[in-house]
């Protein structure tokens, strides 16, 4: 039987994690460092993003999920049902059922997120789109999203961009 008052704690190492290389226009990659595959919490998601110069996370929302973002590297612009606000080291921002949103890295170095999914469910939608990236690896030459992206959104209850 488990003791649930006794301590516990998790590290997770700057490249432990599953690591996934992004399609166009994010490129760059996703580590999911907790979940509830490698965690015994199943009340969310966590981990980081790169997204390089010139590169957005596509406009998008989530119809059952609470995201919440915060920028340690870089600098970019967050669009959130149309308004645009600019994001530098430091910000943080929560997306809240519905609201659709949009990240640009309007700087010329990295865009470095960690994030923070509840509930859990956004490390499906990675693993769905992307390509396992070992560390160290030089990033990949562009490539598109499957072709299945629209029924991968459906399925995972993600609300579509408005255009």
């Not at 997770?12 to 919490?41: A, C, H, I, M």
């Not at 990675?126 to 560390?135: N, T, W």
């Amino acid at each position: 039987m488990s003791d649930f008052n006794a301590p516990h704690a998790l590290v997770s190492g700057p490249e432990d994690g599953r690591s996934l290389w992004q399609p166009l226009p994010s490129r760059g990659y996703v580590t999911v460092k907790f979940s509830p595959q490698n965690t015994p919490y199943d009340g969310f998601s966590s981990g980081i993003q790169l997204l390089p110069p010139g590169c957005h996370i596509r406009e998008h929302g989530h119809q059952q999920n609470h995201e919440l973002v915060f920028v340690y590297e870089g600098t970019g612009t967050v669009t959130i049902e149309g308004e645009t606000t600019p994001l530098e080291p430091g910000s943080a921002v929560l997306f809240g059922r519905y609201a659709r949103h949009r990240i640009d890295n309007t700087g010329s170095v990295d865009m470095k997120l960690f994030w923070v999914f509840m509930p859990p469910g956004l490390e499906d939608w990675f693993e769905a789109i992307g390509r396992v990236r070992k560390p160290g690896e030089a990033m990949p030459a562009p490539f598109p999203r499957p072709d299945d992206v629209a029924e991968v959104q459906q399925r995972m209850r993600f609300v579509p961009p408005r255009s």
